[in-house]
């Protein structure tokens, strides 16, 4: 019988051990479901889908979530009452009969996102649904990478922000570092660009701030951003590399984020690729890709100084394509380095699509060629044959945006969780 | 209010980005829930429980699940009259009052697992939960590795299996390739040690042998037995590193096997570690890990045969224990790689537990000290601080024990799908 040569579909076949699956289909773990985790797994659901379409019909929402429009009218008025969304009338009507209410985020619930660079600081102001309402950029002061510093400058920026916006719940401040940061309470184990070891950082900043903070790795925010509403949506096998003046990786396996057992997975830029190198890389170890591809690894083998930044790269790329021999042959060089880098993130993840991010993505696009030829040459034939390469789509914002996303996750896991917030008065800072 | 300060956890906080969400919180695709797949995931819950526990009682089902009595005794009834468990009286009363009822597994449930490895062809029958009804093993004939020839080799090792349980219902065949399989269809792309490359197999094999077949990696079903009922039971984050002629990588990311987009993942035999090598892979690269450790590599380097198998390295270890230089030497220059491997490994997932399955183990054990000092130097600090690195439990077997357990999977998803199998009659071999 033909039919059931090859497993059915229905009966899970191949699919069963794929991304499709949640977790190992027999997850020891797995327990029943009540009445209650239901409701609640609904309310998520469509709150979800609001907060990432920004403005969707009720008839969209019974087809996309597969429940009936009672039940999803239900649902709605629930999240209204919790002030999450409004329903309005269609602006146009279509069609003839009963038009379709349309459900849209309430943009007074807000999230702070902080990212703490290297040499600055950027804050801004996000609205449930995605909307930036504000956004500030401060450079560090010389030699004041230290906690302390940032701590109070951050606050300082957070302030400027809320008080432009008065009448907002802020729902939490979400913070992005450039660092290993535990998952179980922001502990900063170690930010080597900043010279953190060891800073109960999120603690710190929740006492000066008097709001809940998450803190999260700068890459892993950058995935989680790309693959909501960036270069990976609808992907969910996804590489996430950030190059700047190190070198992050931010990774999704089959939709989840991979943060490892304390959130420091993804450590990408302290990959062995040249193990006759000499060249000491911050991590103490010799050989990182990181050293090969660095911003300041390109600029001084294109005789610049280091510490330009994005900016010092993109000059090199402008002087290789006016010809300057020093600038291209340095590309070309980078250009090999991040092949063999990719080469590994291929093989060991198989992703359905690379996102590039920071000085990375420019020179991936000066030199795609170099970057392809070494791939198409090293990497095993299986998972070169159908991965994608790309620019991310919100450049050095990547890590806020996801940083955002991280505070409207817990709402948008239990919306009914945002009653127990704080009043716009209490949650205000100072 | 110093209890605001750290974000709560029943808020989420930190824990709403980590392992312990099945999905990004804000998961793009997340769906509605009806009661049809309410009960679905309540039947999927008890059986897996029945499954992995061998034998579990009412009372700790309702405990575990969450569930009231009256419901896991309709749900115990359903999966009774599926044929899937059978209800008893406790063996022994410990206590007055109504005893429980104790579930057991049916074991005329059975899956057949095969594992395809370079020098031979194992098989083995398993039961519903998890017992080893039978087991076999064959040697391939010289120089028979190709599909043809291990299609039918297989296919009578099964054959001769199931006639030794007539009334059993085979609920399909899971087989372990050591290579890259296509996830959607079982398409086998890359199988440098067998030589096989695009080859249909899992078509092939079904047409041959008249039931489902399921296909995966070698490294993807160790890892997932070794995290159902070997050494990485309770971890959601594990690494399994198989080692043999070559080495192949089986990863969880909380709790969510690591496949990639077409099943590829996992790579990291072929990780680049030595740069300046010029021994070629059978990948077509130089300086692979797998180079640098497989069991060829340590044989010639010990001045033995290539092709001794996990007796040789046997040999070897004995031979260094003995006072053998070369042997002793061979073990300690293995043991370093074998540290700058696992490194990259660390660094990439921060995994909770590293298990290591075939000769990889036993090369481990006889030089911890050599692969504990290199990782000691060249690991970043916060994933190192707390890996277990262990041997797996079932050694060879991991593979076709998870392939045994990718068979199970669908049934165990939905129990009721098992009524579209074909009887014991129809889904004979033959």
Redesign the interface.
């Known amino acids: 019988?033909p039919s059931?040569?090859?497993?059915?579909r229905?009966?899970?076949?191949?699919?069963?051990?794929?991304?499709r699956?949640?977790?190992?289909?027999?997850?020891?773990?797995?327990?029943?479901?009540?009445q209650d985790q239901?409701r609640r797994?609904?309310l998520?659901?469509?709150l979800?889908?609001v907060?990432?379409h920004g403005s969707i019909s009720r008839a969209s929402l019974t087809r996309?979530?597969?429940?009936n429009r009672s039940?999803i009218g239900g649902l709605a008025a629930t999240l209204e009452d919790l002030g999450l969304v409004t329903e309005r009338q269609p602006s146009a009507v279509r069609q003839s009969g009963r038009p379709s209410l349309v459900l849209e985020p309430r943009r007074d619930n807000v999230a702070v996102a902080v990212d703490i660079g290297v040499d600055r600081i950027v804050t801004a102001l996000v609205a449930l649904g995605g909307d930036v309402l504000h956004q500030r950029q401060r450079p560090h002061a010389p030699g004041e990478h230290d906690v302390t510093h940032v701590i109070e400058s951050a606050a300082q920026m957070v302030e400027d922000l809320l008080v432009a916006e008065p009448a907002a719940r802020c729902l939490?401040i979400g913070v992005s570092v450039p660092g290993?940061v535990?998952?179980?309470?922001?502990f900063v184990?170690?930010a080597p660009n900043l010279g953190w070891v060891d800073q109960p950082f999120?603690?710190l900043f929740?006492?000066r701030v008097?709001?809940?903070?998450?803190?999260?790795n700068d890459a892993?925010l950058g995935v989680?951003a790309e693959?909501?509403r960036g270069a990976a949506?609808?992907?969910a096998?996804v590489a996430y590399v950030n190059g700047s003046v190190g070198i992050g990786?931010g990774f999704?396996?089959?939709?989840?984020?991979?943060?490892?057992?304390?959130?420091?997975?993804?450590?990408?830029g302290?990959?062995?690729?040249?193990?006759?190198?000499t060249l000491q890389c911050r991590?103490?170890?010799v050989?990182c890709w990181e050293t090969k591809v660095g911003e300041n690894q390109l600029l001084v083998r294109a005789g610049r100084l280091p510490g330009g930044g994005p900016e010092g790269v993109a000059e090199v790329i402008a002087a290789a394509a006016a010809g300057e021999k020093r600038a291209a042959d340095a590309l070309d060089d980078v250009g090999q380095w991040i092949g063999?880098g990719l080469?590994?993130v291929i093989?060991?993840?198989?992703?359905?699509v690379i996102v590039l991010g920071g000085s990375m993505a420019a020179l991936w696009q000066a030199r795609q060629d170099v970057v392809d030829k070494t791939l198409d040459r090293?990497t095993?034939?299986?998972?070169r044959s159908?991965?994608i390469i790309r620019a991310s789509a919100f450049g050095l914002a990547s890590p806020w945006r996801g940083a955002a996303?991280?505070v409207?996750?817990?709402v948008?896991?239990?919306p009914a969780?945002v009653l127990?917030?704080?009043t716009p008065a209490q949650a205000g800072v100072g």
């Open positions: 019988m059931a040569v090859v497993a059915p229905h009966l899970g076949g191949h699919r069963t051990l794929t991304k699956s949640a977790s190992p289909p027999t997850s020891p773990t797995k327990t029943g479901l009540g239901l797994n609904n998520s659901a469509l979800t889908r907060h990432l996309g979530l597969g429940l039940t939490g290993a535990r998952d179980s309470d922001g184990r170690f999120t603690e929740s006492e008097g709001t809940r903070v998450f803190t999260g892993n989680l693959h909501l949506v609808g992907h096998d990786g999704l396996v089959g939709g989840v984020p991979l943060h490892g057992s304390r959130g420091y997975a993804g450590e990408v302290h990959l062995l690729v040249d193990g006759s190198s991590c103490g170890n050989g063999a080469r590994a093989n060991v993840f198989n992703p359905e090293w095993l034939m299986s998972p159908d991965v996303e991280m409207f996750a817990p948008l896991a239990d969780s127990e917030l704080s």
